[in-house]
């Protein structure tokens, strides 16, 4: 992962309901030796985690998209091989109409 700007392809469904205004929801892609993920609306909570090619977990973080829209992930110190990234929404913002 030595190319800058490089976006990785996401794969599965974003469902916290409401409407979809076009556009990505949530973007990766590498920077240098780190993953930049951005998140393009609250999602809430979610949790980030990377396994490696035999399931063994190897990165995990919890990141609120209603206060932090980028997060980087270190690379540094993972050794060449397949990794998957793994975004789960653990709350999902609601909201009330009276």
Known sequence: M?????????????????????GDDITVETQGNMILA?????????????????????YETTINTSVQQRVLIPLSGLPSSKYTIHLVIISAPCMVIL
């Open 38 to 58: 951005s998140f393009y609306r609250d999602i809430g909570n979610v949790q980030v985690t990377f396994t490696n090619s035999t399931g063994g977990m190897v």
């Open 2 to 22: 030595e190319e800058n700007g490089s976006k990785i392809v996401l794969e599965g469904e974003l469902k916290t309901g409401g409407f979809r205004s076009g």
